[in-house]
């Protein structure tokens, strides 16, 4: 086995999620010696997979953002997500204080003020070197909501119901980034509308099947196997790049030195780190030896950790109205046992779910809820049956008076912890204000990982993708860049096969 066999191999890719097997793939196609390094017992990082409930259900990345153009379903070398993609859109919108369903008109309404807010922010940033659009997403949507709450005073609309479609925007404006409005960037909110949506901008699908399909034809395109190509339980405690940072040719076994948790130490060439940017802020200081470049350690540190949790229902049968795929609804408080974590916390006036209907979906009675920031921070820190306690009680409000409906307790229940897990300490990247233009943005937060430090130690990820951050697309193409990228180094120097 590799474990007992190892002692050098020209490259190390350390982290076995999507952007860590990407890069694995296009080493080991190659014909370079590679290995990978993952502290998880599985592989996948933050695409997960679960078969708990019988049914394939992604706990992390569940969507495909873009459908025109997008590798993940363009690719043919390797295939990549060749899964089933569910493209129907019917939504449903609850009032964010009786929680009931809103009528299609007044959905209309609300989902065309926000959806052209996006889109004026997207065009905003097609000028990549204005800096006034590095605004936060507060300021700059409370301008734009000034101008609609003036037209609509002007037309007779009722205070409440101005107060209604400010909350509404404001909440599905924190649901879209997975922050605070008050802390990310409107020079980057939309960005990704301009990379695979073609022209009538992104559309966003449902991976039916899993995001397990497309680790699995990564793995088998190049016969990349757990236990010889792929090492689990391997947590990393310090990459020594000493020896190529301080001499000119230094002897290839002497690079990188690399060593784990459990005692063991590799050698390689080069190592592609894909550790999720949560991770690098919390420990690159003690991680890297000897400390990155500071304008490396200056994008880790800028960048934004973004949060989404899901809580899934299993249901005996499904009680909920059978009409919509997907619902947003919103709940006035959070869990009773929620501890804020970093400090004292100001509660917000509603709290947006996400809710996906599997029932729709995948034929089974089960409501897969996303929730954002705030409530995701108690999704997994306040007490399970708080959180479903809570969850339900608005489910009670929401649905209990429609005609047939008689709102039953879960049997079974699920709820993901991505900033607790040590391996993510965050669901994806987001681009904090204060950085200036796009292009600005691009040059101090994401470029500074495309260049490898001292020539041996490369980054990927989705936090590394300078147009597509936060999307698996984004981690895919980062880990390729990379492995590409250590193939023609390698190569050059005539070194391929390695000491497997």
């Known amino acids: 086995?590799?474990?007992?066999?190892?002692?050098?191999?020209?490259?190390?890719?350390i982290g076995a999620g999507v952007s860590g097997l990407a890069a694995a793939h296009a080493v080991k196609k190659a014909g370079v010696g590679v290995a990978v390094l993952e502290a998880r017992d599985r592989i996948g990082g933050r695409t997960f997979t679960w078969n708990g409930f019988g049914l394939p259900l992604d706990l992390g990345a569940s969507w495909v953002h873009g459908t025109e153009g997008n590798p993940l379903l363009d690719s043919t070398e390797p295939p990549l997500y060749t899964g089933r993609l569910y493209t129907e859109?019917?939504?449903s919108?609850?009032?964010?204080?009786?929680?009931?369903?809103?009528?299609?008109?007044?959905?209309?309404k609300y989902y065309t003020i926000f959806e052209t807010f996006l889109g004026e922010l997207a065009e905003r940033q097609k000028?990549?070197?204005?800096?006034?659009?590095?605004?936060s997403v507060q300021t700059w949507l409370g301008g734009k909501l000034k101008e609609v709450v003036d037209e609509m005073k002007e037309k007779g609309a009722a205070d409440e119901e101005v107060k209604e479609m400010v909350e509404i925007v404001t909440a599905e404006s924190e649901a879209y980034a997975s922050m605070t409005a008050a802390d990310t960037s409107a020079a980057t909110v939309g960005v990704d509308w301009n990379s695979y949506g073609g022209e009538e901008g992104v559309t966003d699908v449902f991976a039916l099947d899993g995001y397990k399909v497309l680790v699995d034809n990564i793995m088998q395109d190049v016969n990349l196997s757990i236990g010889i190509d792929i090492l689990l339980s391997k947590e990393v405690s310090t990459i020594d790049y000493t020896s190529a940072a301080t001499t000119a040719e230094a002897a290839a076994a002497e690079r990188v030195v690399i060593t784990c948790k459990d005692g063991t130490t590799y050698s390689c060439d080069h190592v592609i780190v894909t550790l999720p940017i949560g991770v690098l802020k919390a420990h690159h200081g003690a991680l890297f030896q000897p400390a990155l470049p500071e304008r490396l350690a200056s994008a880790i540190n800028g960048l934004g950790t973004g949060l989404l949790n899901k809580v899934v229902l299993k249901f005996d049968k499904a009680w909920w109205p059978d009409d919509t795929d997907f619902t947003s609804l919103f709940l006035p408080k959070l869990p009773p046992t929620f501890l804020p974590s970093h400090g004292p916390f100001t509660p917000y006036p509603i709290y947006p779910l996400y809710i996906v209907n599997l029932q729709?979906?995948?034929?089974?009675?089960?409501?897969?809820?996303?929730?954002?920031?705030?409530?995701?921070?108690?999704a997994e820190t306040a007490d399970q049956w708080d959180v479903v306690g809570t969850i339900m009680?608005?489910?009670?409000?929401?649905?209990?008076?429609?005609?047939?409906?008689?709102?039953?307790?879960?049997?079974?229940v699920k709820i993901t912890k991505w900033l607790s897990d040590p391996y993510s300490l965050c669901s994806y990247s987001y681009v904090p204000q204060?950085?200036?233009?796009?292009r600005s943005i691009q040059d101090s937060l994401f470029l500074p990982f495309h260049e490898p430090v001292a020539g041996v130690v490369g980054f990927a990820g989705e936090h590394t993708s300078?147009?597509?951050?936060?999307?698996?697309?984004?981690?895919?193409?980062?880990?390729?860049?990379?492995?590409?990228?250590?193939?023609?180094?390698?190569?050059?120097?005539?070194?391929?096969?390695?000491?497997?």
């Open 89 to 91: 859109d019917d939504e």
């Open 93 to 108: 919108l609850h009032h964010p204080r009786t929680h009931k369903r809103l009528e299609p008109e007044d959905l209309l």
């Open 434 to 438: 204060g950085h200036g233009s796009f």
């Open 127 to 135: 000028n990549h070197v204005d800096a006034s659009n590095d605004q």
């Open 466 to 500: 300078e147009t597509d951050w936060s999307t698996v697309h984004g981690a895919w193409m980062s880990g390729r860049r990379e492995g590409e990228r250590v193939v023609r180094s390698v190569v050059g120097k005539g070194d391929a096969e390695g000491k497997i």
């Open 1 to 13: 086995m590799l474990q007992a066999a190892l002692h050098h191999v020209p490259v190390i890719v």
């Open 393 to 412: 009680e608005t489910f009670r409000e929401a649905f209990g008076g429609e005609e047939g409906v008689e709102v039953t307790e879960p049997v079974d």
């Open 360 to 378: 729709r979906l995948l034929d089974v009675p089960v409501l897969m809820i996303l929730c954002y920031r705030a409530w995701a921070e108690a």
